[in-house]
Nanobody, 119 residues
Framework: QVQLVESGGGLVQAGGSLRLSCTAS????????MGWFRQAPGTEREGVAS????????YYADSVKGRFTISRDNAKNTVYLQMNSLKPEDTAVYYC????????????WGQGTQVTVSS
């Protein structure tokens, strides 16, 4: 089992920045690829970014390319999402998730952190 706890969400004005963190406990963090997802009210959850067990970036959604950066620190069991140039359409609950490197689906999810971008 892996437990994931997100932090760093909040209210920010358009153009501002936030850094989300997701800290894992349980099994060895470096065994997992990690992803960030988001879900706005009335919409489906969408993938934002993902990163391999050793820090290779696997994916950015087109809507966040050039503005968001995913990274991880395996020594701290933490994955980050640096979000710059935030837009009102980035408003959502952001979730981190973990999957073993042999799987394509995510097995473990955090509780989510709210990000609200005001115009």
């Amino acid at each position: 089992q892996v437990q994931l706890v997100e932090s760093g969400g909040g209210l920010v004005q358009a153009g501002g920045s936030l850094r989300l963190s997701c800290t894992a406990s349980g099994r060895a963090f470096s065994n997992y690829a990690m992803g960030w997802f988001r879900q706005a009210p009335g919409t489906e959850r969408e993938g934002v970014a993902s990163i391999s067990w050793n820090g290779g970036v696997l994916y950015y959604a087109d809507s966040v390319k050039g503005r968001f950066t995913i990274s991880r620190d395996n020594a701290k069991n933490t994955v980050y999402l640096q979000m710059n140039s935030l837009k009102p359409e980035d408003t959502a609950v952001y979730y981190c998730a973990a999957r073993t490197t042999t799987r394509t689906t995510y097995d473990y999810w955090g509780q989510g952190t709210q990000v609200t971008v005001s115009s």
